[in-house]
């Protein structure tokens, strides 16, 4: 007979003694010669041949029929040390990816008893063994059964989603080491294990493959699992090879096997994971040179498509490109790009602030690796760079993209040097600014590696500081007692001038005329000064004199300029000016709304306006008790010297009952205070006046001001303006009507260039949305409505800006909830 046939007779004769016979002792000497098989040290009779049969031909039948049989009497009357020597031993000791693939089947199939707990411990000890290691190692070396490419895909899907396929089975009674948290870490370490031993094998002569660990690696990375995987990998293969030159190659080859489709997430994964340059460069070699796939991951996607990353991904991609002779031309390459990227007056206008500056954070980086015959080559593109970009930047009306232009122009102009002339603009530095301003600066210890400190030089270093803070203390002792030889004779306690003010000729006004006088002809920068700091104060005081020359105030306010460079200039300026239009509002708000829309006016002067505007609607829409407080850095001495009666002055009953109330104790303390009395709303008459004006002549474009043109930071202001005058017109008569004007206004700039005029926008539907009626707002904007939220839709879903996105989701929560809150009306 042949080894086949005899083979094939004995498993016949094993199977059918494991499923007629009741005797422990013919189960155990079955088991024994099953065993026998795939233990090479237990029985010499069998042979290499015989065993290697077994493995390719019999070993999944058999185990098979065992877990299939596991509900036999004599697999419970076995013994605990016997199940575990020779039912356990011929899942642990033979072919693993055979073991693997019936113990995931018996696991997916089994329902919740001993038997399934018998599979889940012993798939445990297939882990904890080492069985993956060995695994991996066969399909190196080759000496694993020939299989098909869908049998392979099964297998590499097995050890990459085991933990999602026992979590379906076994959820809650999971084991730790199937989570994710466990598993991936630990395949991390078979495969190093694996690689090892490649490593040895390669010394020793022998040829090895790497497809099987590389396809794996590759599964791993594309489900999500990168940073567990090549968190665990990537220190250990930098250290590995540093000094090692096979190491090297093997990591090469590695990279060299990953499946096309798996390069992104492993090259991704792997640049996030290592923490240098050089380390990068010894993993992957020069793989971005002969993979058309990494190189444009590396060189283009992660750059300009992706911007997740943090700084030290993008400082050790482009270190990566500059650190060899050969990539260099790849980072000119990217310089250019990047430098197109950023310039481009397009993406600054379409694609988020978070996406611009990490390209700008790219470009600066990749500036400073270039060195003076390279930056001499790129000064043409790195100029219309600088100019082109920074007028893009500049132009544009978020505070965020014109300091990013800012910087990177005062760091270009920098580094090229152009004819001893460096670009420097005034602003307030913030984390942004200082961050991209850092990355000009080379990190220290870039070319070497830092060694780990020994004891011995922590201790030298301890043992040196001691002497050189004793050497300072016998100067502070020295110093003592001349100081306090000094200071012995003063016993003298000073006077507390903490609170002293300093005193001027000039004494502030007591008359509003007297007031607009000084503002308007005096010349004397400390009668300005005071004039403007009781303006407010003079004007809540007197409202009778306010009215009288109300606009010909607000005019001069209006036109003045801090020529004396007073503190808090545009503070007082502008309380002055909100105090004369709540006092006089309708002729004031007159003058402003036909002003904005004047010649001769700065953009400045017209944001003023507005603003003024809108504190004054606010502070008109609370009640009279909840007035606005005078400015920050008025001083009292107007108020004290005003001739003008207060409209309420302080009572002296209410001062003793606090005084009272302040001293009394109460075991038990109720309600205090009265409610809140109800007070008419000021605003709520003469909401048209603020509203209405400012919509008659946007679109009239003039010399100095184009509305609906290049003046996208008043547009987007005016809108918001609009919007706060809505929100604040709530359950007023005037409401339906100021809503209907708002809508047909943003609907033509609804999808405007610049973000802060969608911004605008959709604060504007937010407020109509709220002040509106809601059955007002379903009858009479039913028609605007559908397209409103059709266009919400898509604000929400596709807009580049992260503000305008989360206004509409917070439109379509408030559409949706008046269209709930209406509902049960209409049925009933």
């Given at each position: 007979l042949t080894p086949n046939s005899e083979i094939r007779s004995v498993m016949a004769q094993c199977f059918r003694t494991l499923s007629t016979s009741a005797e422990s002792k013919d189960i155990i000497t079955t088991l024994q010669t099953l065993h026998s098989y795939v233990d090479e040290g237990s029985d010499s009779r069998i042979t290499s041949n015989e065993r290697a049969e077994f493995r390719r031909a019999h070993f999944t039948r058999t185990i098979g029929f065992l877990v299939r049989n596991m509900q036999a009497d004599w697999m419970h009357s076995l013994k605990a040390q016997t199940r575990r020597e020779l039912w356990d031993g011929l899942f642990l000791k033979g072919p693993p990816e055979q073991t693997l693939l019936v113990l995931?089947?018996?696991?997916?199939?089994?329902?919740?008893?001993?038997n399934l707990d018998l599979l889940v411990s012993i798939t445990e000890r297939f882990l904890q063994n080492g069985r993956l290691a060995e695994l991996l190692w066969s399909y190196c070396q080759g000496t694993g059964p020939p299989d098909s490419p869908q049998l392979r895909e099964t297998l590499q899907g097995r050890i990459v989603g085991l933990p999602d396929l026992l979590a379906n089975r076994l959820h809650p009674n999971n084991k730790a080491l199937f989570l994710p948290q466990r598993y991936y870490p630990l395949l991390a370490t078979e495969m190093l294990?694996?690689?090892?031993?490649?490593?040895?094998a390669l010394r020793s002569g022998t040829d090895c493959s790497l497809t099987f660990v590389a396809q794996v690696l590759g599964k791993v990375c594309v489900q999500g699992h990168s940073a567990l995987v090549l968190g665990e990998m990537a220190p250990r293969l930098s250290v590995c090879t540093r000094s090692d030159m096979v190491w090297q190659r093997v990591c090469w080859k590695l990279l060299e096997d990953v499946p096309q489709r798996c390069l992104e997430s492993v090259l991704a994964g792997l640049v996030q994971t290592v923490s240098r340059a050089d380390q990068l460069g010894r993993i992957i070699g020069n793989l971005v040179l002969t993979s058309k796939k990494a190189q444009f991951v590396l060189t283009h996607k992660l750059l300009l498509l992706q911007y997740k990353y943090e700084t030290r991904v993008l400082r050790t991609l482009l270190g990566y490109l500059a650190a060899d002779r050969e990539r260099r031309p790849l980072l000119i390459q990217v310089l250019r790009a990047v430098s197109q990227a950023w310039a481009n007056p397009s993406a600054v206008k379409h694609t988020p602030i978070e996406q611009q500056l990490y390209v700008s954070k790219a470009l600066l980086l990749s500036v400073n690796l270039l060195d003076g015959s390279e930056l001499q080559e790129l000064r043409s593109d790195l100029l219309q760079c600088l100019l082109g970009g920074m007028q893009s930047h500049l132009d544009s009306s978020v505070v965020r993209i014109r300091l990013m232009g800012m910087v990177v122009g005062e760091c270009l102009s920098s580094r090229m040097?152009?004819?001893g002339n460096k670009l420097k603009f005034e602003y307030e530095q913030d984390d942004e600014t200082r961050e991209l301003l850092s990355l000009m600066t080379p990190q220290s210890g870039e070319e070497s590696e830092p060694e780990p400190v020994t004891r011995s030089e922590s201790a030298e270093v301890t043992n040196d500081s001691p002497p050189s803070a004793q050497s300072k203390s016998p100067q502070k002792k020295l110093s003592t007692p001349v100081d306090s030889e000094l200071d012995s004779d003063d016993e003298l306690t000073p006077y507390d001038m903490s609170e002293d003010q300093e005193t001027s000729a000039a004494s502030p006004p007591r008359y509003l005329r007297d007031c607009l006088e000084n503002l308007?002809?005096?010349?004397?920068?400390?009668?300005?000064?005071?004039?403007?700091?009781?303006?407010?104060d003079l004007v809540r005081k007197n409202t009778f004199a306010?009215?009288?020359?109300?606009?010909q105030l607000t005019k001069v306010l209006l036109h003045m300029e801090n020529k004396y460079n007073l503190n808090d200039f545009l503070v007082l300026r502008q309380a002055a000016m909100v105090a004369v239009t709540v006092i006089d509002c309708i002729p004031v708000t007159q003058y402003l709304t036909t002003e904005f829309y004047s010649l001769n006016y700065s953009l400045r002067q017209r944001l003023d306006m507005l603003e003024v505007l809108v504190f004054a609607a606010q502070e008109l829409?609370?009640?009279?008790?909840?007035?606005?407080?005078?400015?920050v850095g008025v001083t009292p001495t107007g108020s004290d010297l005003s001739p003008y009666v207060s409209d309420k002055p302080a009572d002296w009953r209410q001062e003793v009952e606090e005084r009272i109330r302040s001293k009394t104790r109460r075991l038990r303390k109720g309600v205090t205070q009265p409610p809140p009395k109800a007070a008419p709303n000021r605003y709520a008459p003469v909401a048209g006046h603020f509203f209405f004006p400012l919509l008659r002549n946007y679109d009239r474009p003039q010399v100095t001001f184009d509305l609906l043109g290049s003046d996208h930071l008043v547009l987007g202001r005016l809108i918001h303006t609009l919007g706060v005058f809505m929100h604040l017109a709530v359950n007023a008569p005037v409401a339906t009507q100021m809503g209907r004007a708002l809508l047909d206004f943003i609907w033509s700039i609804r999808y405007h260039v610049d973000q802060v005029v969608r911004r605008g926008v959709l604060f504007a539907v937010c407020s109509l949305f709220l002040s509106v009626n809601s059955q007002t707002l379903l009858t009479d904007f039913s028609d605007q409505l559908f397209e409103t939220r059709s266009w919400l839709a898509d604000v929400a879903e596709g807009d580049p800006d992260g503000d305008c996105r989360k206004l509409a989701v917070q439109s379509l929560v408030l559409l949706d909830k008046i269209k709930n809150s209406k509902l049960p009306l209409r049925k009933a």
């Open positions: 995931m089947e018996g696991i997916g199939e089994g329902r919740p008893s001993i294990a694996a690689l090892e031993r490649v490593c040895q040097d152009i004819s308007v002809s005096s010349e004397d920068p400390v009668r300005v000064e005071l004039s403007l700091r009781a303006a407010e306010a009215r009288e020359i109300s606009v829409s609370r009640p009279s008790a909840d007035r606005r407080e005078p400015s």
